[in-house]
């Protein structure tokens, strides 16, 4: 009988072992549930807060750094505006300079064209007439046409007309210089 009070009694500690330690296993394993859920929740929570302050302090920064940058671009747009102002001044008045340079050059080459053909017509008038140095098959006419020109007096006609021309296109090269300084046609 004994034996089997002590079987009895064994199983009934066992049982009673086997319950409370599931029932320990089960509590431990609740709360640990709880725990968990609860620090899972806190970890959420705290970083959801860390979150929302990094991204308004990142905000922040990008409307302060905004913000100064406007600042500084309406503080300096001015300033470079007239430096830009300036710099196009002085390149426009190279331009300009450098067709001025090639409007001169173009009037004194005019003028010294003019200033030799009147000279060449000055010393064609004082010219003698003397007769080239030809072959003598072209020489013989010449001199005979020199001598009937000369007759004639045709020759000074020749150099009178010659002079003539010349001053009507220094008059000419004169009137067109006239215009086209008023903004005229030139050609009237």
Known sequence: ???????????????????????????????????????????????????????????????????????????????????????????????????LFQLLLQVVHVLLAFAAGLFKTFTGLTESTSSPSLPADVSSPFAHMSTVLGMLQLDNLAYVLRFGVWMLTALAVVRMLGNFGLGGSGGE
Do not use: D, R
């Not at 002590?6 to 009673?16: K, P």
């Not at 309406?74 to 450098?98: C, K, M, R």
């Open 1 to 99: 009988m004994l034996a089997t009070f002590a079987t009895y009694l064994w199983s009934w500690l066992s049982g009673l072992f086997n319950s409370l330690g599931s029932f320990l296993a089960n509590t431990i394993q609740g709360l640990g549930n709880v725990f968990g859920s609860v620090i899972q929740w806190l970890a959420k929570t705290i970083g959801g807060f860390f979150s929302w302050l990094f991204s308004g302090i990142k905000q922040l920064v990008q409307w302060l750094m905004n913000g100064i940058a406007s600042f500084f671009q309406a503080l300096f747009a001015p300033i470079l505006a007239i430096i830009n102002a300036f710099f196009f001044f002085v390149e426009q008045l190279g331009v300009l300079l450098g067709l």
